[in-house]
């Protein structure tokens, strides 16, 4: 894979083809868009950025094997489809398109760009940039967020959450690296794999579920309470 990265090749050669998906209605065409490189691997599958050619906007296509998947990891995946598509709000990450193999093995989520990473790896870019400085006053390269730069990120992940609550969906995961970045300086808030719709008749099973980030994991689910 990685030796073809930068070949022009579409959505369609990466999942081996799936011509009666293309045909169901509000589906993207793998045709209309251009691979550029692999951004991003898991055990589940790949993301990649894409550029869509009718009007060279840059996306992200995150495929998924479906088939490599326990029943279980196969329904958070298609959750987060779900949920991405119920979303319209600035601080989230745009649900662009989505489909999936009449087979039922490889699933395509197509997603805005966040063109400066995510907020876990600034950090990490910020402190070592800060611990190998020489000369700090001459030393342009970025420093620890700055408190009112922390307030309005802090604000931005708390509307988002706000309106996932208001929609009744629990994002479940929330950490830095799940936390996008726009180079305008607004969060978007993603990677909705853990989400669930809280819906009264699965609320017992939904509000007990222990899953997460270890060390971003709620004190409620660390002492195993509903949420």
Request: one cysteine or more; aromatic letters at 8%; a positive charge.
């Amino acid at each position: 894979m990685a030796t073809d990265q930068n070949r022009n090749f579409t959505v369609d050669d990466l999942v081996a083809a799936f011509p009666d998906a293309l045909n169901k209605r509000d589906s993207p065409d793998p045709k209309q868009y251009t691979v550029h490189r692999v951004v991003g691997c898991g055990v589940s599958g790949t993301a990649f950025l894409v550029n869509r050619n009718s009007d060279n906007k840059n996306l992200i296509a995150k495929v998924t094997n479906l088939s490599s998947l326990s029943d279980k990891k196969q329904a958070y995946a298609r959750s987060e489809v779900q949920c991405l598509r119920q979303c319209d709000h600035f601080a989230i990450i745009k649900h662009v398109g989505d489909l999936e193999t009449e087979k039922g093995d490889k699933l395509v989520l197509l997603m805005e760009l966040a063109d400066a990473g995510d907020l876990g790896r600034q950090v990490k870019h910020r402190a070592r940039a800060l611990q190998s400085r020489t000369d700090p006053q001459n030393d342009n390269r970025p420093t620890y967020f700055r408190e009112h730069e922390v307030a309005f990120l802090f604000l931005q992940v708390v509307l988002a959450v706000h309106y996932l609550h208001r929609k009744a969906i629990l994002h479940r995961d929330i950490k830095s690296a799940n936390v996008f970045l726009m180079s305008v300086g607004i969060v978007k808030l993603g990677d909705l794999g853990f989400s669930q719709v809280y819906e009264a008749t699965v609320s017992a099973e939904v509000g007990r579920t222990f899953c997460g980030t270890p060390y971003y994991l709620a004190p409620e689910l660390w002492r195993r309470h509903r949420y």
